[in-house]
């Protein structure tokens, strides 16, 4: 039951945002807030009270499960485990911020506004717990409606055509998610006898090498268009971009996240052998991923763009980790997702006051900003070391643990990302140094960042360290349900051994 | 091959019948293109009507009240029609058949009163002007005063 | 003609009742308050004695028309559709100086014989019913005689259709030459044969033709945006639902037989017809600023959805049709009820009429955006459980080709989708370029109609309800139409 109220919270959340705006806008930015902290405390007090079934592995935190189409097998089930609470968790709080700090732009429709966002987060919960292929694909498609109007009426210049592009590449790749589902469906039934879209009953589905293949591309192409992977990336840096500063935060920090999650719990454990086969091609996808964002970022003017280009490339992480399957590297994604989450959205945020202040998201029209903005300039410089994976903050440890795995599957697949993370140390401090050295241009008084800003972003700040230092407890969290998942599909392991073995196996 | 000769066999006449029509009507044309003399001479080309020499616009305009009544007359010689048919075989019919044609004729009737009542039959110009709807029969008076010729 | 089938026939009865008391009560009454108030009763009590039907066993009135639980849910969808529009046209007419007293005749006679087509188990009554339909059809597209737009739309319905009339009785005569029958059944028995002669062959094709001229695909579907555009809106919402849920009940007994196999000649036009509809009708949509001329494309397209389900030629198919022509009458119903509701004396039917609308009737606009959402197949709409039933029955089937055509030309149409509900989410245009459309703000202001306004939120609740919750309709689909 505290499943459906942490949904549910939200969404009553926003529609009390929506009619308080009517008496005062600030009431309902400060509902929205109350409404998430009140979800942020539920969901922690449930990590809390259940810690004797974290320690038991396989073991659901919480479970609920209604009938809602019978005749289709289609159920209300969601379920809750260490990973799907620490997104939740992720959600929430990088929901409180971005609504703490986005009341200054948006003085259209405040009411609309928080609804909206409010409504996203309350989907995009409802994505990390359903377990039900049915109410998975009804919460997937769902958050993007919300998101698109955060990005299309909030959102700058070109917003229009950025929120359709977006809409329009999810919505066309879930389709074929929704197909493979149905071919998933018709498969385990017509095998069983048993029509389920439970997640339970699909998990162990024997299929045809074939179908399972097929079916898993469709999984993958959903995910991995969510996800920002290289060649599926087209919508992401407009959406990115033009959205609103809440938008960017939720995109970049919650809904690629969805992705991933998406390929941990369904892709990989529903199709082990066509994942396997499909592995190789998968990593040197995530490989290529975080070459290409990062030379890709490199190129940006745009600060906004160039952050999410930078999504590019750790999701490129993301990539690679989940599809080496191992219990260092899993854990690592889940590290890597979380720090990725609060790096993105604290540099969104920082982009968003550089643009409040000069004017311009121009990168080369800053420039000599320290001397009047030290404080700000610090906090930059935190998380641009965090974007290059800086030992002692939080992307260090996600991307140390994947990579570690990923040594001992293969040399070379190693090799190619620790290339990328050296063009992550000249993007992200030749972002600093454009910024905040060199020549000031003149222009009017500007003042540092101070109260919220300050406050939200020291918090993100101290929270990126306290990953690098003592990520223990997040790692605990994950534990049993990394092991959980890699137990149930333990062929999605590949095995390649050596470069010679990579050659004669050839490309899939 | 079984139903490609069981569709030609039948069509086959109809084939051969309508090329020789056509080869027929071709050879009039052809032979009298080239057989008939030709005259070209000023009464020649214009219509011929009863020896009078024609006046006027060849596109004769009607007023609609024609096609109306046109369309009245046939609308009703049709219920006609089957009222005859009932008619002359009224006693094998029997009583639910005379229920049956009292609601047609009784549909009939309410079609009646509607057209009546929505000025169809009144065919004089004064009559219509006096109706009650100004915009509509205001337009369409316009349009019927333009329209007549005679 | 014992009693027992004029029960059978009570919904007919009731239509056809309700015109010739309309005809009396403009007879007797000058006001114009009669004629709507007797078509909402007539189609009320048609529905009621339809619903009183139901669970009855199947029983052939006459040769010609075959009640059975197939029949009389789409005759009730189509009367249901018809009481909608008649609800809706209250409200149209009450800002215009012309009288709703022949429209609502039309409409009556239209939905009457929309129902003899749903009905029909005969060439006969099928042809009888078509042209009923249609005589009201075109009239009801031409009705507002005074705009040269209406009388275009009436014209090009007019003279195609009755060239579609013409291949579809010549295609009749055909079929009755090489078979000499005309009832339904025992064409089903030739249908189901291995082998058919050309002549057949030729014959189906043209009735195919005919039906897919009423319902729009592809390239049958020159006359639909003319119309759509042209007709008074309550007018268009009855080609949208009405016309088509009727030819669809058609469609789908007529031919059903001839899709359990994919190899003949009916099959592969079919699936022509299909993939062609859902390609073009998306994307002719995708550059019009006219919102009754995108749902004339968009419904171009989703009638390309129905057939995809029909010619799986299983059982979750048909159903799976049937769902998305309910699903689909009730979000176009919902759409044009907007239209409707908001058109004074010129239609509200561009993109830039409703520019703002969210700030000025947000809920109006919000039903309309949940209207375009269910078309566009997003969750928790009626339109988007629709596309999933299609699509299920299409991968139970294995017919990939047609599920991946749905699958891309549908994700293409999100984009016009998106535009028409992001446009009523936006401010309104600045003041510089707002002078050409005075009228336009000016109606937005006004009173809206009681009586459209529950037409639109019926739809809207069952848009929504339908969309939360499908099962008890999918399953009452289901026990109706597999019998």
């Known amino acids: ?508 | 091959m079984n139903h490609r000769t069981a569709l030609i066999s039948p069509l086959l006449p109809l084939a051969l019948y309508g090329a020789a029509v056509a080869l027929i009507v071709c050879g009039m044309v052809v032979t009298s293109h080239f057989a008939g003399g030709r005259r070209k001479h000023r009464p020649t080309t214009p219509p011929y009507e009863s020896g009078m020499t024609p006046t006027g616009s060849t596109h004769i305009h009607l007023s609609v009240s024609y096609y109306l009544v046109a369309m009245f007359f046939l609308i009703f010689d049709l219920e006609a029609a089957f009222i005859f048919a009932w008619a002359v075989s009224l006693k094998q019919a029997g009583w639910s058949a005379f229920v049956e044609m009292l609601v047609f004729v009784g549909v009939l009737m309410a079609g009646l009163g509607y057209l009546w009542h929505e000025g169809a039959l009144d065919w004089g110009p004064s009559a219509r002007r006096s109706k009650s709807k100004p915009r509509e029969e205001s337009s369409l008076q316009a349009r019927g005063d333009d329209v007549r010729q005679d | 003609m014992n009693l027992e089938n004029l029960m059978l026939l009570s919904p007919f009865i009731a239509v056809a009742l309700a015109s010739i008391a309309v005809m009396l009560a403009a007879t007797l009454w000058k006001t114009r308050f009669p004629a709507l108030l007797i078509t909402v009763v007539g189609l009320g009590a048609g529905l009621a004695s339809t619903g009183a039907l139901v669970g009855r066993a199947p029983a052939a009135v006459t040769p010609l028309l075959l009640i059975n639980g197939y029949s009389l849910y789409f005759s009730g969808l189509v009367l249901a559709c018809s009481l909608g529009v008649a609800l809706l046209s209250m409200g149209y007419f009450a800002r215009r100086e012309q009288g709703p007293v022949q429209f609502c005749l039309f409409l009556l006679l239209s939905t009457l014989g929309a129902m003899v087509i749903a009905s029909s188990s005969h060439f006969a009554s099928l042809l009888l019913g078509l042209e009923l339909q249609g005589a009201g059809l075109y009239p009801l597209a031409a009705y507002a005689r005074f705009t040269p737009a209406s009388i275009e739309a009436g014209i090009k319905y007019l003279v195609p259709s009755t060239v579609a009339s013409a291949f579809l009785v010549f295609g009749m005569a055909l079929v009755y030459a090489d078979s000499g029958v005309m009832d339904f059944g025992s064409i089903a028995a030739i249908g189901r044969a291995p082998a058919m002669s050309l002549l057949m062959t030729v014959g189906l094709l043209m009735i195919l033709s005919g039906a897919a001229f009423k319902l729009a695909l592809v390239p049958f579907h020159l006359w639909t945006p003319d119309v759509y555009q042209g007709a008074p809106a309550p007018a268009t919402a009855f080609v949208a639902t009405v016309s088509k849920a009727a030819v669809v009940g058609l469609l789908m007994r007529f031919f059903a037989p001839f899709t359990d196999h994919g190899s003949n000649a009916v099959a592969a036009s079919l699936w022509a017809l299909a993939i062609a509809s859902m390609f073009a009708g998306n994307l002719l949509a995708l550059r019009q600023e006219n919102i009754k001329r995108i749902i004339a494309y968009s419904s171009i397209a989703h009638m390309g959805y129905v057939l995809v389900a029909f010619l799986c030629g299983t059982a979750l198919g048909i159903v799976s049709a049937t769902y998305y022509v309910t699903a689909y009458a009730i979000t176009a119903l919902c759409a044009l009820a907007v239209v409707s509701l908001l058109s004074h004396a010129k239609e509200t039917e561009s993109l830039a009429d409703i520019r703002g609308l969210a700030l000025r009737r947000p809920l109006v606009a919000f039903l309309f955006a949940v209207a375009m959402m269910s078309l566009a197949g997003i969750p928790f709409t009626v339109g988007f459980i629709g596309k999933f039933y299609v699509l299920s029955a299409g991968v139970q089937s294995r017919v990939w080709p047609l599920t991946f055509s749905l699958a891309v030309s549908s994700a293409i149409g999100l984009y016009y989708y998106l535009r028409v509900v992001i446009v009523m989410y936006r401010h309104p245009a600045p003041a510089s370029e707002k002078d050409a459309g005075p009228s336009a703000m000016a109606g937005m202001s006004r009173p809206l109609s009681a009586a459209g306004m529950i037409a639109l939120g019926t739809a809207g609740v069952l848009l929504v309800c339908f969309g939360v919750y499908p099962g008890p309709l999918f399953d009452f689909i289901a026990w109706m139409v597999g019998s």
């Not at chain 1, 999810?170 to 197909?179: K, Y």
């Not at chain 1, 998933?184 to 095998?191: D, E, I």
């Not at chain 1, 020291?458 to 994950?478: C, E, H, N, Q, R």
């Open chain 1, 1 to 508: 039951m505290m499943l459906v109220w942490l949904i549910g919270i939200p969404l009553l959340g926003g529609v009390l945002a929506w009619a308080a705006a009517r008496v005062h806008p600030r009431a309902s930015q400060v509902l929205s807030i109350a409404a998430l902290g009140i979800d942020l405390c539920l969901a922690l007090w449930l990590r809390g009270s259940h810690v004797q079934a974290l320690t038991q592995s396989g073991a659901w935190i919480a479970q609920v499960q209604w009938p809602w189409i019978p005749r289709m097998g289609i159920s209300v089930h969601l379920a809750m485990d260490g990973l799907s609470l620490l997104l939740v968790v992720l959600t929430l709080f990088l929901g409180i911020m971005s609504v703490a700090v986005s009341s200054s732009d948006v003085r259209d429709r405040p009411g609309f506004f928080h609804l909206n966002v409010l409504w996203s987060i309350s989907a995009m919960i409802a994505v990390f717990m359903a377990l039900d292929l049915f109410l998975f694909y009804v919460a997937w498609e769902l958050m993007l409606v919300p998101m698109y109007f955060i990005i299309a009426l909030w959102g700058s210049e070109n917003r229009i055509r950025a929120a359709v592009k977006f809409f329009v590449f999810t919505q066309a790749s879930s389709l074929f998610l929704l197909i493979a589902i149905l071919g998933l469906y018709f498969v385990h039934g017509n095998a069983t006898g048993n029509y389920s879209f439970d997640y339970a009953a699909l998990l162990h589905t024997a299929l045809s090498h074939r179908a399972g293949v097929w079916l898993m591309l469709g999984f993958f192409l959903a995910f991995a268009v969510k996800l920002g992977v290289f060649p599926f990336h087209g919508w992401l840096p407009d959406a990115y971009g033009e959205a609103p500063l809440a938008g960017s935060i939720l995109l970049a920090g919650v809904m690629a996240k969805t992705g991933a999650y998406g390929l941990i719990r369904f892709c990989l454990p529903l199709f082990p052998q066509a994942s396997n086969s499909f592995s190789l091609a998968a990593m040197i996808l995530g490989a290529a991923a975080i070459v290409y964002g990062a030379l890709m970022a490199l190129g940006q003017t745009d600060l906004k763009r160039l952050i999410a280009y930078t999504s590019v490339s750790h999701m490129g992480f993301v990539l690679l980790g989940i599809y080496v399957w191992g219990q260092l590297s899993l854990q690592g994604v889940v590290l890597q997702m979380i720090s990725h989450g609060i790096t993105a959205g604290a540099l969104f945020m920082i982009a968003a006051g550089l643009e409040k202040r000069i004017g311009t998201r121009d990168i080369t029209r800053y420039g000599g900003l320290w001397h009047v903005t030290p404080r700000l300039g610090g906090i930059t410089l935190v998380f641009a070391l965090a974007l290059m994976g800086l030992p002692g903050l939080g992307t260090f440890v996600g991307e140390v643990l994947i990579l570690l795995d990923t040594f001992r599957l293969s040399i070379p697949l190693a090799v190619i990302p620790i290339a990328g993370t050296v063009f992550a140390v000249v993007y992200s401090l030749w972002m600093v140094q454009r910024i905040f050295m060199g020549e000031s241009a003149p222009r009017p008084h500007i003042a540092d960042c101070r109260g919220r800003e300050l406050l939200s972003l020291g918090i993100m700040a101290a929270l990126i360290v306290w990953l690098g230092v003592y990520p223990k407890p997040f790692l605990d969290t994950s534990a049993p349900a990394v092991t959980e998942l890699r137990q149930s599909a333990p062929e999605a392991r590949p095995v390649i051994t050596s470069p010679r073995e990579l050659l004669a196996r050839g490309l899939p």
